[in-house]
């Protein structure tokens, strides 16, 4: 067994959180009657990117974001919409829209089949996580489901990690963090002392900051990795 205990990303690591966003944004940009809607777009991504990157520095809570990136959409595009309505329109549709990646299954059962526990560690919206989590039939494969939008503290700061093994009750000796966000998932397992499994999927530079354990460019390597060690 590689390791014990295994944390996993749920954005752009298991599940296709591009097109989740994109169908969702289409369908609320549609129902808001938004005539411009690729570079509305476009410019909604540069909002929700600059307010994701305060989550992780602790300044906004993901329930924060829900809201405020609609109203920051609306006041720049001059919208004649209601953020409250728009952002409620596309919780619900990121949460039904966007399947796991091909090859996340076979690489969940590989993992769980060599370890001993395993948890969704997640920096998102408690009930769009839940949503997704539950339509793709994943839940019962975890025994925990971390979501920071629920606990009040996101990666990579320490405490979501804090939290994380208290609820499932072990140490974060032989523990693993994969994921494919240098900034959350590889900077928050390297300050916690984790090892720490990169999913870099477009072939990025490594990050000269920290130590990345393991580097994987699909999840079929991951998959590998993380399966039956061979016996010497
Ligand atoms: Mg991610």
Redesign the pocket.
């Known amino acids: 067994m590689l390791y014990r205990t295994i944390l996993w990303?749920?954005?752009?690591?298991l599940l296709d959180?591009e097109a989740s966003e994109r169908l969702a944004l289409a369908e609320t940009l549609q129902s808001a009657n938004v005539a411009d809607q690729p570079s509305v777009a476009t410019i909604y991504r540069r909002i929700n990117g600059g307010l994701w990157a305060r989550v992780e520095t602790g300044e906004l809570s993901p329930n924060e974001v829900k809201t405020l990136r609609f109203e920051q959409l609306v006041r720049e595009c001059d919208l004649d919409a209601d953020p409250l309505v728009m952002a409620n329109s596309f919780a619900a549709g990121m949460g039904r829209f966007g399947d796991l990646y091909p090859g996340a299954q076979q690489a969940l059962r590989s993992a769980l089949d060599n370890s001993e526990t395993m948890a969704l560690v997640?920096?998102g919206v408690g009930d769009i996580q839940r949503a997704r989590v539950a339509r793709l039939g994943i839940s019962s494969l975890f025994d925990a489901l971390i979501i920071s939008g629920e606990i009040g503290c996101s990666k990579p700061g320490a405490a979501i990690f804090d939290a994380t093994f208290e609820l499932l009750g072990v140490d974060p000796g032989g523990a693993v963090m994969i994921?494919?966000?240098i900034s959350?998932?590889m900077r928050g397992g390297f300050d916690y002392g984790l090892d720490t499994i990169w999913?870099n999927r477009r072939g990025a530079a490594p990050p000269t900051e920290i130590a990345i354990t393991h580097t994987v460019a699909s999840l079929g390597q991951l998959a590998s990795l993380l399966g039956p060690r061979p016996v010497n």
């Open positions: 990303d749920l954005d752009h690591t959180s997640t920096n994921g494919d966000s959350s998932d999913f």
